[in-house]
């Protein structure tokens, strides 16, 4: 099989493979995890409030937002960046916008390369520089596994090889292989490990705002 017959095979088939365990996968635990709440944390549900809901999502969105994340600004600041070049540059980089365009018949609004260039690398960075606060900081380092290191590098790999296939680094169609499959691996990992905490963060945020704000009181922020 060459090279062209393989990248054909990740942007089709094994794309849609990947899209269709992502979204599905999600589905069925986010149904599975609000059935077993009503089963066990029903209370909660007689304090759901909208605005709770949004006081304790909100203030999490920026980067010195909330109280404990102005504690930790550098650490704020590097999720943050990280996050932001985590969503928007799939999303909105011109190449993948073309690829939308194939698979969906739309597209979104592309960003320059030269900024889809330096978020990749931000990320790489911001991914480095989490990876270490990991190993050195007792607190965190307690709590750390070696899977937590594979699933940033795993976050990572995609942007990587992204960049490396931009500047032409060794062989073009190698990395673009790599950077496919390594971004479909990412999409079918997400909802089986930590990293689905992308969709179950906001369900949890607003659940403490129902819980801590609603009902008792309390700041959610």
Known sequence: MTASHIQTFLAGPALWFSFIVFFGGLGVKTARLLLLSLKKDAIVYNHMSMTWGLKS????????GSVSLRSQPVFSMAVFLFHAALIGVPLFLDA?????D???????KS???ALADI???SLIVCGLFLSARRII???TRLLTSAKDHLLILLTCLPFLTGVMAYHQFLSY???IILHILSGEILLIAIPFTKLNHMVFFFFSRAFAGFEMGNRRGARVW
Do not use: V
């Not at 194939?102 to 979104?108: E, I, K, N, Q, T």
């Open 96 to 100: 993948h916008n073309l690829l939308w």
């Open 102 to 108: 194939d698979a969906f018949g739309f597209s979104l």
């Open 119 to 121: 978020l990749s690398i």
């Open 57 to 64: 999502i909100i203030p999490w969105l920026f980067p010195l």
């Open 137 to 139: 900081r007792p607190e």
């Open 173 to 175: 169609e190698t990395l």
């Open 111 to 113: 960003m320059p390369d």
